[in-house]
């Protein structure tokens, strides 16, 4: 796996590389063609010397004065001047000997077996020639290009060096992070430390934070769910071993008979419980999926087939006073949990002889379900509270979990919605509002009145 500090560091590397080369080598450059051009400077001034003397008579090899004292005799300059004729009036005691030369300036000629650079001027009617070896010109070149470049090598490794430790050092606070959350407990969820972090790296570490705060929150609601759980099943389970044992130690056979349908109905609303936990559970861990579009009136009918039954034992009538075409995205079985807690409550609160009615219309980009009872009604200051789990309100006789509205908020807002109760003005009763949003077909709703 790359480190971050790799990623950093060896592209910079390469880079610093790269500058370097490519800086030595227009350093070298440079400065070999400075050094030749100062070689050849001094050759024009050794010419200008010579062109300001007096020759009065021919001269033979003169000795000339060195003009280094540092260096081997070879790299001295070979000079020449010579008159009109041709005849030698200077030149330097050498081995090699420059020959009469027509052109002027600068050239290379190949002289006694090596190559010089020569330089040729005329002063009046005399000719005077400079030359000097080019293999001395071009070492003495090549030395004062190392010489600058020594500089630069030496730099180089240098930053290299800097630039790894620099990046270590920002890197600390990553590392230390790192290091804190290893040695972290598996439950541990408090916020990572932020302090000496980068600006560049801190939004990473506040998502994370905020992740761990809605795991915190998560759990927390789990660990409330578990409690409640448990506190809610202690009775029921409690209320069955009593009545087990009270049946266990029973002789009268009516008593037994009325002992045992007191039994099932504990183990019925045990039953019952157990599997509102379940529901509620499912709708509050389940993951947000992408479902398909459900139709709303086929959700309803669907609903009316279970619970029909039912209303009709309690003498409570369900009716459907408004139809939609609308469309809802969700899954059928979320939507049936929706529809089967309305009606389940609303049939619970309605005397014998009353009513039920559903509508469903559309509304803002996606549908309205209201679910209307004849019941007492709530006060206002417990319209909210009844969503809670496990929450009764005070006056309430009927059998219950006190789980069925959590679920229906809990699948509403899983399927992007909202929930909530009013009371009826109309009369006493209680109206459950469920707004869910629409399928591509939801906004094509029609109402019609039954």
Known sequence: MTTLRRRLIVPLWVALLLVGLVSAAFTYWQTREETNGTLDYQMEQVATFLAARTFSIPAQRAEMPRLHTDHDIEEDYIVS???????????????????????????????????????????????????????????????????????????????????GVVIRRQLQPLAETASAVAMRPATALDPLPVNDLPA?????????????????????????????????????????????????????????????????????????????????????????????????????????????????????????????????????????????????????????????????????????????DEGPGLPESELEKVFQRFYRAPDDATVGSGLGLAVVRGYAERLGGRAQLVNRTDRSGLIAQVWLPGGDDSLHGKVAQG
Do not use: C, M, W
């Open 81 to 163: 001047v010579r008159d009109a004729s041709g005849q030698v009036l200077y030149a330097t005691a050498s081995d090699v000997q420059i020959p009469p030369l027509s052109g002027l300036g600068f050239r290379v000629e190949r002289l006694g077996g090596v190559d010089f650079r020569v330089f040729s001027a005329k002063s009046g009617t005399r000719r005077i020639a400079v030359a000097q070896q080019v293999k001395l010109r071009r070492e003495t070149a090549a030395a004062a290009a190392v010489a600058a470049l020594l500089p630069v090598g030496l730099l180089i490794p240098v930053l290299g060096l800097v630039i």
């Open 200 to 372: 560049e790296v801190r939004p990473l570490i506040d998502e994370i934070n905020r992740l761990l705060a809605r795991v915190a929150v998560a759990n927390e609601s789990e660990r409330r769910f578990i409690a409640d759980a448990a506190h809610a099943l202690r009775t029921p389970l409690s209320a069955l071993q009593l009545q087990a044992d009270v049946l266990d130690g029973s002789q009268d056979v009516a008593e037994r008979a009325a002992r045992i349908q007191e039994l099932r109905g504990g183990i019925h609303r045990t039953v019952q419980l157990s599997q509102h936990l379940l529901t509620l559970a499912r709708s509050e861990s389940a993951r947000r999926s992408s479902p398909g579009s459900v139709a709303v009136d086929a959700a309803i009918a669907e609903a009316f087939h279970v619970y029909g039954p039912l209303a009709a034992a309690r003498n409570v009538e369900l009716l459907q006073t408004a139809t939609s075409a609308a469309e809802v995205n969700a899954d059928p079985r979320d939507l049936g949990q929706i529809l089967g807690n309305l009606l389940d409550n609303a049939l619970r609160y309605t005397p014998a002889g009353g009513r039920v009615t559903i509508s469903a219309t559309a509304d803002s980009g996606g549908v309205r379900i209201e679910v209307a």
